[in-house]
């Protein structure tokens, strides 16, 4: 009696069935291939996330404007304006302009409507990352320029991540 072992018995199928035995490998292929595939896809649509970057708020093209012309490029809110009480007492006020997830707060004279800075505040991802150029491409400011100075503004519990950038007209 002649005693074959499981291998042998397993190239004997294969043999009898050669069709079944290439879709089966076929489909084993199609399965691993299946698995690699998403993660190469994740891995390009990361790398197009950081090379494509616009400015959500451009800064320096509001340089020179008074209050009233920038709430007529980002529009009014009149929840934001003081009250006659706060008027008499009051030099300055800001009002913020929302746009893309971020927050553009603009401080101004109250009687002359005069701009006096301008901040941008981090979302939660450049706050972890602390990616200083992505904010000033989203401000889309560089840190040498006449027309404004540039200051990011440290977090108080760890000043090496920073909350803001804040932009002052020279």
Same mark, same amino acid.
């Given at each position: 009696m002649e005693t074959k072992t499981l291998s042998q018995k397993g190239m004997g199928w294969i043999k009898k069935h050669p069709i079944i035995s290439i879709i089966g490998v076929i489909f084993i292929i199609g399965l691993i291939g299946s698995t690699i595939d998403p993660v190469e896809k994740k891995s390009d649509q990361n790398t197009s996330h +950081? $090379?494509?970057? +616009? *400015? $959500? /708020?451009d800064v320096p093209s509001l340089i020179g404007k008074n209050i009233d012309e920038i709430e007529a490029i980002f529009g009014t809110n009149e929840s934001q304006n003081p009250t006659p009480q706060q008027i008499a007492t009051i030099t300055e006020w800001s009002k913020e302009f929302k746009k893309d997830n971020f927050s553009l707060l603009v401080t101004y004279d109250y009687k002359t409507r005069v701009v006096k800075d301008y901040f941008v505040g981090v979302n939660d991802e450049i706050y972890e990352s602390r990616d200083k150029k992505r904010m000033m491409s989203i401000t889309n400011t560089k840190? %040498? %320029? *006449?027309?404004?100075?540039?200051? /990011?503004?440290?977090?108080?519990? %760890?000043? *090496?991540? /920073?909350?803001?950038?804040? $932009?002052?007209?020279?």
């Open positions: +950081q $090379v494509v970057q +616009q *400015s $959500v /708020f840190t %040498d %320029d *006449s027309q404004y100075t540039v200051e /990011f503004v440290e977090a108080l519990k %760890d000043p *090496s991540r /920073f909350t803001g950038i804040l $932009v002052t007209p020279k």
